[in-house]
């Protein structure tokens, strides 16, 4: 009853915390979970920028920092396109580290794999995984990245439900993205983490990230996972 509460409380408080959202009683359905209640992005490019540009700026460094990523963590890169995260976060965790950098194109997965192994990373792996489920083993991860991705999962309840069991008991969801329309590429902070408030996370950490081109916002699970037919879908109100 405790985590039930405290995820009620956390669905509250995104609703209400200065943010124009509400969550639904009866939202529509993809199988067992709630369909997400917004437009969801389409994929255009495995790039958000060019990596030139980003490291002038010390994107990954700031947002490394900003997430306490170290020596000898396991980190997994969701949405990882052509690595420009999957590169840096190998150099910080090191040798006794490890990397996981999925995506769920083919084609984009297979041009990572080879810049790996052109780069010798050998802390890396590469992974296709489903749009609704990036595959990860259980219990392996102390941080799981997702870089101007968040708005391009079709099934967002589904996604996180399936991701939670692959963090450590200390891991952590880093989510970088812009403060705009899902439809425009973005997701508006107070719909985040509504949405991850509904599958049982907490709002550990929300700065701004202008050199990111937006916002970091980190996650922990907390409580049991939920049934998903429990879980109901946030929505923006117009």
């Known amino acids: 009853m405790r985590a039930a509460s405290l995820v009620a409380g956390l669905l509250l408080l995104a609703a209400c915390d200065g943010g124009p959202v509400e969550v639904r009683d009866k939202p529509d359905n993809v199988g ?22 980003r490291d002038r700026l010390n994107e990954a460094g700031e947002v ?13 890169d969701i949405g990882a396109g052509e690595g420009y995260y999957t590169i840096r976060l190998a150099s910080r965790v090191g040798k006794d580290g490890r990397v996981v950098a999925e ?12 810049r790996v192994v052109r780069d010798r990373l050998d802390n890396v792996s590469v992974k296709l995984g489903d749009p609704a489920n990036p595959k990860l083993p259980d219990n392996s991860f102390d941080r799981i990245v997702m870089v101007h991705m968040y708005h391009e999962i079709e099934q967002p309840y589904e996604f996180l439900w399936r991701i939670r069991p692959s963090l450590k008991p200390a891991g952590e969801i880093v989510v970088v993205d812009a403060n705009r329309r899902t439809q425009d590429h973005g997701t508006p902070p107070k719909l985040l983490q509504c949405e991850f408030a509904a599958v049982g996370y907490e709002l550990v ?21 939920p049934e998903p037919k429990t879980i109901k879908a946030c929505r923006l109100i117009s």
Do not use: C, H
């Open 205 to 225: 950490a929300f700065d701004d990230m202008p050199s990111a081109g937006g916002y970091m916002a980190r996650f922990r699970a907390v409580g049991a996972r």
């Open 64 to 76: 490394m920092n900003k997430a306490g990523i170290a020596k000898g963590m396991t980190v997994a």
């Open 32 to 53: 067992p979970f709630p369909a997400a209640d917004r437009p969801v992005a389409k994929i255009v490019s495995p790039r958000w920028s060019t990596e030139e540009a």
């Open 103 to 114: 995506d769920i194109v083919p084609e984009v997965r297979d041009a990572l794999a080879q």
